[in-house]
């Protein structure tokens, strides 16, 4: 079992940053993929980027590559998604989630999942 808890959402003005955290716990978190989400009302939860466990492996939503990059401190049991260059198409509740099988892009791979943070970006 695995419990996830999101953090550092909020208001930032287009072009701005701000640094998810996500923290984990549970035992072995070093044996789980990462992955980080996002939605907006009336839309399906997409696919922002996933950390395999041993940080060795990375993939982007090609709408965030370049801005945001992911990453892990699994003796801190934390995941991190750092987004840069912020645009009001970024806004939406961000979720953390986790599995022990597969460093991927679907969610329904997913077991875990944080209760979310609203990110919002005013143009």
């Known amino acids: 079992q695995v419990q996830l808890v999101e953090s550092g959402g909020g208001l930032v003005q287009a072009g701005g940053s701000l640094r998810l955290s996500c923290a984990a716990s549970?035992?072995?978190?070093?044996?789980?993929?990462v992955g980080w989400f996002r939605q907006v009302p009336g839309k399906e939860r997409e696919f922002v980027a996933v950390?395999?466990?041993?940080?060795?492996?990375?993939y982007y939503a090609d709408s965030v590559k370049g801005r945001f990059t992911i990453f892990r401190d699994n003796a801190k049991n934390m995941a991190y998604l750092e987004m840069n260059s912020l645009t009001p198409e970024d806004t939406a509740v961000y979720y953390c989630?986790?599995?022990?099988?597969?460093?991927?892009?679907?969610?329904?791979?997913?077991?875990?999942w944080g209760q979310g943070t609203q990110v919002t970006v005013s143009s």
């Open positions: 989630a986790a599995n022990d099988r597969l460093t991927t892009q679907n969610r329904a791979e997913y077991d875990y």
């Open positions: 950390i395999s466990g041993p940080a060795n492996v990375k």
């Open positions: 549970g035992r072995a978190f070093s044996r789980y993929a």
